[in-house]
């Protein structure tokens, strides 16, 4: 029995065994076994007679925190079905994903298994049988698979995917493509039944051809090259040496299935079966049901078709298969030693070349394609064989060079020994040894041979197909180690020692970007890796990925970097040196030392004595300009001390070496600052002078030392303002900053090279023109306005000191260069203000956002409107009213937040002009109508925008605004709301036509104003403001204003009463093409007298309005809620229309006198009677209205009195039939107090002539009703 007491004991790494007493254990049971890796390193199977375990890949963490890839069992049992049966061979065979998604790793790994009974089996990774078969009746010597590879140049045979088993006189060849459907196939097949509970059918036998391998005395071992053509002198000299002088040749070389044996007599055998010779071979099972199985020979993936039943395949299964006969393949030629014995082959990844191993102790290296050893190693008893295959790496500039040259491969062979403990790698063909290791005398090495299953050219694309090529496992302490080789050890000369560089370079990169890297080693490691590379150019590479990592210490690189440049001063006495490269060493050490004085300067072991000496007041009259500014400082530091959110990355930390090294550089012996964006300037510049603006740093060595390392004071300059704007909030925290930057002004300022000393103080100073031009294009305004105040002053303590040297023209210098600091300080006064006002924080639920920032610059670039508009954006961000606004600027706003309303008013009393009532009603307006057009759902945006309209005093003004928002927002969705009703019966109101008429009538009674900025806000330039485009507006033609209100109307009166209406078709065609165009254009309107027909459509649309109105009144009145004037304005407008349309005004007055009567409200009907121009009319209409009224009295109430019976029985004849005919339910209100109707029927025997042909019936109606009335 198979001792496995110490199964796995290798597993534990950490195991503190002596190593000799482990060997004992471990080696004789290792030996003995049979073991298979996974190309994916993913899967280990270890086997010894009939029992196995499966190893699966899984991560462990281990006490440190650190993961690593261990393999862990996850199967084990017996494999063996028969009795007396063991496992001869093993073999795993990744399967590709099918899935598009997939990348190149396997989808499941099948175990293979071939048996001494002569069966093989396919297992799961978790032990499953999936499919067995019997092929040949002897054992399986060997297993091995041939798997896709992607062909390096355009010549090369793409070959076929294909697993052969070996017999002792037998080679069994199972196409690739057919047995990856049936393994996914069975695989699913089994989930199935696994998930339903059920039998698994068995599936149907697979495909194969079987080659009786002849002539020789011996087989151990094979190989299957895979398809190969010969060329046409090799078919020549085959053909003659075979026929002789007379044979015949073929047109066309066939193709060939080449196979390679080892053994015995002879050494090693050449087989070729040409395609085509042979059919596929099945078991007689597969024979039985031929018929049923003609279309799932090579594809049973489609699933099972109908099988025998299950007791027939029971009595099938239990008789042994019928095993058919092989066709013979005689032996082409081979390599005769009748002493020698092949044990095993491996076949080289390229398929040119094999390793072959003897029991003498060689190694022999065959080439395939000749069939001829070309190499031999002697002294490798036991050996066992992979290769390794490596792909040259290539850089940017080959890609650039040569992208279509394909990638040099390089083979080598790896050979272990385990007499000697020892593993060798060797370059092929006729290449030397590259490496040697010490290993373990009892390892095994494992090479698969093969890659992933199932791929092809069509879906290798793209893949990057993850696969160990040779791994080494050592049972003593359970490590499995991958070879690994560096292209260059293939080359020689000149191209091995670049290749090695790269290698070396790579190595670099790669502990680069490791996190946990000891700062000692790291310092080693590069410097060893720099002085051992020998091109300039890759050396210069290396050094420049060292100084840009972020976790190198400042003391390693300049180690690092000293010992380079040392290197190559020594180099340059007996060798050339690469000019570029020392002077970059050079630059970049001066760069690092000067990165560590200023480093240690900022250090805060300074002495309190020599940061005092160095403060030096040298100016005056800045408290007076604090005390000035101070309240609008004050209330602009109290607006930014909100909590806000910051970033990591944000945070005010030392600056990395590597950020220092980017910014600065050397340029013919000076040193530069590159231009890079604010933020990186603003980092170095906060790394230079923070510390003595925070008053942490002595500011004269700081100075000094900066000076020496030859930055101009220029630049020096650019990085103390960046430092200072940029970090607003701290430097508001430091009263004694402004002093500290006083003082850096100054000592930058009296610096060699600052201030011209041939200015003459007729134009501006460069040196101080720098200073402004910060301050006006930063958007931090406080720390801007105080560094213009601080430099005003060390600009004018400066001319002073030029006047009195000079003694001439001092006035003028003052003049000119104090004007421009003027000018300067009343802009950032007056951006400070507005800034101000802008962080206001917006209400809560309001569309708000980051707060706005500005600029003197951007608010000179924005135009003259560029304040207004500024403001008006923060108004609407607040969420404040058009009558709220007014009220604040009419200083009545007591009900607004104290804030608001004081910042405001401070905004507008700095910018009186660009601020007008006017102006900013203007921008108000239209930036409510663009938030509207963003969002057409918020209804209030527009009304707002007509408010703020209505506000505007001046109307040219307001015409253009009018006009403007009509061409920009209003027409497009107005058309498309008509074209909608037109089909529909739905539209949106808009009522801003009446806006633009109304403007448009009091143009020609005031003047056009004029668009007036602030005197130092004169030079803006930029777009138009919104004022100045409005004032260009052309003249609109009014009929065609009011072409539109009609429609405008139209449509609201529709939306508002839900009436049916296609508003287009109340037009005629000339009213129609009028629609929708310029209205400054002349257009043809419909004139003269209108279509009756069209007329009488719109005077019932009229007429239907009207009644929607005395409906809505109705309810209004009934429900107690009082009416707007708005309700009350429909009449008005529909008599308005009326005119316009052509529609007689008395027919609508007397229609609304009816409806309203019909309502029952009395006393609106006798107001509107009094307009009626054609009582005769009217008063038929109400007598009729009168009539229903009393009809319901009498005969349709539900309390019919006796006395109202005895009265309906003396009315006349004529009265009585009268009332029948009458019918009530057209009375919306009929149930009227007599009182209303006794006081209506007399309205309608004074509206008719004594004449009339109803004037009798009205007489005898109002009889009838006092007497109904008289009734107690």
């Not at 048996?115 to 297992?123: D, I, K, T």
């Not at 002093?739 to 201030?755: D, F, I, N, P």
């Not at 529909?1134 to 052509?1142: A, F, G, N, R, T």
């Given at each position: ?21 482990e ?9 003995d ?39 862990t ?46 069966y ?122 075979l026929g ?100 095993s ?49 290539r ?17 080598f ?71 690994t ?25 790669t ?8 700062p ?86 300074i ?14 009259g ?11 400082l ?34 013919n ?29 002595p ?129 950032l006064e ?32 924005s ?11 923060l ?103 008509a ?95 009028a ?103 009217l ?27 005895e ?8 009265l ?6 009458m ?21 309608v ?28």
């Amino acid at each position: 029995t198979w001792d496995d007491s110490d199964w796995g004991s290798w597993e534990n790494p950490d195991g503190k065994e002596d190593g000799e007493e482990e060997e004992q254990q471990s080696a004789p049971w290792l030996q003995d076994c049979v073991l298979s890796l996974s190309p994916c390193s993913d899967l280990l199977v270890i086997a010894r007679e009939h029992k196995a375990t499966f190893l699966s890949a899984k991560w462990r963490t281990e006490e440190s925190g650190q993961e690593e890839m261990t393999l862990t069992v996850t199967w084990s049992g017996t494999l063996s079905a028969d009795e007396g049966e063991c496992i001869c061979s093993v073999i795993c065979i990744p399967l590709s994903s099918q899935k598009r998604s997939s990348t190149g790793r396997p989808d499941w790994t099948c175990v293979v298994v071939g048996f001494s009974s002569g069966y093989v089996r396919f297992y799961t990774e978790s032990g499953v049988l999936l499919l067995a078969q019997l092929l040949h009746e002897d054992p399986v010597l060997q297993l091995k698979c041939r798997t896709y590879e992607i062909p390096r140049h355009p010549g090369v045979t793409e070959q076929h995917e294909e697993l052969s088993i070996l017999y002792p006189a037998a080679l069994v060849t199972i196409d690739g493509f057919s047995l990856f459907q049936s393994l996914r196939a069975c695989r699913n097949q089994v989930a199935r039944a696994a998930a339903a509970g059920s039998d698994v059918i068995q599936p149907p036998p697979l495909a194969y051809k079987k080659w009786g391998l002849q002539d020789m005395d011996k087989i151990t071992d094979h190989s299957s090259i895979g398809i190969t053509t010969l060329s046409v002198f090799d078919q020549m000299k085959n053909a003659s040496m075979l026929g002789g002088f007379h044979a015949s040749v073929k047109g066309s070389p066939p193709a060939m299935s080449q196979y390679i044996t080892v053994g015995g007599g002879p050494y090693t055998g050449f087989y070729y079966a040409i395609e085509g010779s042979s059919q596929p071979l099945l078991s007689h099972v597969a024979l039985a049901v031929a018929s049923k199985l003609t279309s799932a020979l090579f594809s049973a993936a489609s699933g099972w078709l109908g099988w025998k039943s299950k007791n027939e395949e029971e009595s099938v299964q239990k008789q042994k298969p019928k095993v058919e006969p092989a066709t013979g393949l005689p032996v082409r030629f081979g390599l005769p030693d009748s002493r020698r014995h092949g044990e095993s082959i491996c076949l080289s990844p390229c398929n040119t070349m094999a390793g072959v191993t003897d029991d003498f102790g060689r190694v022999t290296l065959l080439d395939v394609a000749r069939g001829i050893a070309i190499r031999m190693w002697k002294g490798y008893r036991d050996a066992q064989l992979g290769w390794v295959q490596v792909s040259e790496a290539r850089g940017e500039r080959d890609l650039a060079t040569s992208p279509s040259m394909p990638r040099r491969h390089a083979q080598f062979l790896v050979i272990y020994a385990p007499r000697r403990g020892i593993l060798e790698v060797w370059g092929t063909q006729h290449g030397p040894r590259v490496g040697a290791f010490t290993v373990g005398k009892h390892c095994r090495l494992l090479y698969a041979g093969h890659r992933l299953m199932g791929v092809n050219s069509v879906t290798s694309q793209g893949w990057q197909i993850h696969t160990q090529q040779v791994c080494l496992f050592d049972p003593v302490n359970g490590a499995l180690r991958a070879v690994t080789i560096p292209f260059h050890l293939a080359l020689s000369d000149k191209k091995s020692e670049r290749a090695k560089d790269m290698h070396l370079l790579r190595r670099l990169t790669t502990l680069l970007r490791s996190r946990e890297v000891e700062p000692a080693l790291l310092e080693s490691e590069a410097q060893s890796v720099l002085l051992d590379i020998k091109h300039p150019a890759i050396k210069k590479q290396a050094l420049e990925s060292l100084l840009s990592n972020k976790n190198a210490p400042v003391s390693c690189l300049t180690n690092v970097t000293r010992a380079l440049l040392a290197s190559l001063k020594e180099q340059g006495n007996t060798l050339t040196v690469d000019e570029s490269l020392l002077q970059f060493c050079s630059s970049q050490l001066k760069l690092l030392q000067l990165y560590t004085d200023v480093q240690l300067l900022h250090t805060p072991d300074i002495s309190p004595t020599e940061l005092l000496l160095s403060i030096q007041p040298s100016f005056s009259g800045i408290e007076e300009d604090l005390a000035r500014v101070g309240p609008v400082l004050q209330r602009y530091t109290e607006m930014n001390s909100r909590p806000c959110v910051s970033f990591a990355q944000d945070s005010s930390g030392p600056l990395p070496v590597r950020t220092f090294l980017s910014q600065l550089e050397w340029v013919n012996g000076e040193l530069r600052v590159i231009k890079q964006p604010d933020t990186d300037w603003t980092q170095l510049g906060s790394f230079l002078f923070w510390g003595c603006l925070s008053g942490q740093s002595p500011l004269q060595r700081v100075c000094e030392t900066l000076q020496e390392s030859g930055i101009s004071p220029q630049q020096l300059l650019s990085l103390l303002l960046s430092g200072w704007l940029n970090k607003e909030k701290d430097v508001l925290k430091y009263p004694d900053a402004v002093s500290h930057l006083g003082t850096l002004l100054s000592t930058l300022s009296s610096m060699k090279g600052a201030v011209d000393e041939s200015w003459d103080g007729q134009s501006v100073s460069p040196w101080w023109q720098q200073v402004r031009t910060a301050c006006v294009q930063s958007e931090s305004t406080a720390a801007a306005l105080l560094a213009a105040l601080v430099a005003h002053r060390v600009a004018k303590n400066s001319i002073t000191r030029l006047a009195e040297s000079k003694f001439q023209e001092e006035w003028e210098c003052v003049s000119m260069e104090l004007e421009q600091w003027v000018v300067c300080i009343k802009q950032l006064e007056d951006v400070l203000a507005l800034q101000t006002l802008l962080c206001l924080p917006s209400p809560q639920g309001s569309t708000g956002g980051a707060v706005t920032r500005c600029s003197v610059k951007t608010l000179l670039e924005s135009g003259r409107g560029g304040v207004a508009d500024y403001v008006s954006k923060l108004i609407f961000r607040q969420g404040m009213s058009p009558d709220v606004l007014r009220d604040i600027l009419q200083r009545r706003g007591e009900n607004e937040p104290l804030c608001v309303c004081s910042l405001l008013e401070c905004v507008c009393q700095r910018f009186p002009n660009s601020l007008s009532p006017d102006v900013l009603f203007a921008h108000c307006s239209w930036e409510n109508v663009v938030q509207w057009n963003k969002d057409p759902e918020v209804g209030q945006y527009l009304e707002w925008s007509v408010e703020f309209l209505k506000m505007i005093s001046n109307p040219h003004i307001q015409f253009g605004v009018s006009a403007m928002m009509w061409q920009t927002f209003i027409v497009k969705r107005f058309s498309a709301a008509a074209f909608l009703m037109e089909k529909v019966g739905k539209a949106p109101k808009d009522r801003l036509c009446r806006r633009v008429r109304e403007a448009d009538s009091a143009v020609e009674e005031v003047s056009a104003p004029d668009v007036c900025v602030e005197e130092v806000w004169g030079g803006a330039e930029g777009p138009v403001s919104i004022v100045e485009l409005a004032l260009d507006q052309r003249s609109v033609h009014y009929p065609l204003v009011q072409h539109h209100c009609v429609l405008a109307s139209l449509l609201h009166a529709a939306m508002t009463f839900s009436l049916r209406l296609k508003p287009l078709s109340l037009f005629d065609s000339k009213g129609k093409n009028a629609f929708f165009r310029d209205l400054s254009s002349i257009q043809l309107l419909p004139s003269g007298d209108m279509d009756h027909s069209l007329v009488a459509v719109r005077q019932e649309f009229l007429m239907n309005v009207l009644t929607g109105w005395v409906k809505v009144l109705a309810e209004s009145e009934e429900n107690g809620v009082k009416h707007s004037s708005t309700e009350d304005m429909w009449p008005s407008v529909c008599m308005e229309l009326s005119s316009i349309l052509q529609v007689n005004t008395d027919i609508l007055r007397r229609h609304l006198v009816c409806e309203l009567y019909n309502q029952g409200l009395d006393l609106r009907a006798e107001e509107v009677m009094m307009e009626v121009q054609d009582k005769d009319v009217l008063g038929s209409q109400l007598l009729v209205l009168t009539g229903q009224r009393l009809a319901f009295s009498l005969l349709h109430s539900q309390s019919q009195t006796k006395p109202n019976m005895e009265l309906l029985a003396r009315l006349p004849p004529t009265l009585c039939t009268w009332l029948k005919a009458m019918d009530p339910s057209e009375l919306r209100c009929p149930s009227v107090p007599l009182s209303q109707s006794s006081r209506l029927i007399n309205k309608v025997i004074e509206m008719l002539p004594e004449n009339h042909g109803q004037y009798s019936l009205a007489l005898h109606l109002l009889e009838a009703v006092d007497s109904l009335h008289e009734e107690p």
